[in-house]
C-alpha cells in the first residue's frame, strides 16, 4: 500500500491524503472544507477504484470556482496513479 498526499488548490480543503493498493482507494481524508461531506466521500469510495472515482469526479464544479474538492481529488488520483504506473 503506498500512501499519497495531495495539496488542492482554489478550494477550502488544505490537504487530501489516501492510499491506493491495486488500485484501490484507502484511507481517505480531507483537511478543511465541508467536513461532513468530505467524511462521506471518504467512506463511499473506501476500497472503490482510483481510476473510476477520478473519472467520476474530475470536473465537478463547487460555487463556480471552476472546480470543487471533489474535482481536486480526482486530480490527485490521477498524479498517483501515474506515479504508480511509472513506479
Known amino acids: 500500500m503506498t500512501s499519497y498526499r495531495y495539496t488542492p488548490k482554489g ?3 488544505t490537504q487530501i491524503e489516501f492510499a491506493l493498493e491495486d488500485g484501490k482507494i484507502h484511507h481517505l481524508v480531507f ?7 468530505l ?6 469510495l473506501e476500497g472503490r477504484s482510483a481510476e473510476e ?4 469526479l474530475r470536473g465537478n464544479d463547487c460555487g463556480g470556482r ?4 471533489a ?9 498517483a496513479l501515474e506515479k504508480e504506473k511509472t513506479a
Open 31 to 37: 483537511t478543511g472544507g465541508c467536513n461532513g461531506n
Open 11 to 13: 478550494v477550502c480543503s
Open 71 to 79: 474535482d481536486q481529488l480526482s486530480r490527485a488520483l490521477a498524479a
Open 66 to 69: 471552476g472546480t470543487s474538492c
Open 53 to 56: 472515482a477520478a473519472e467520476l
Open 39 to 44: 467524511k462521506a466521500i471518504g467512506k463511499l
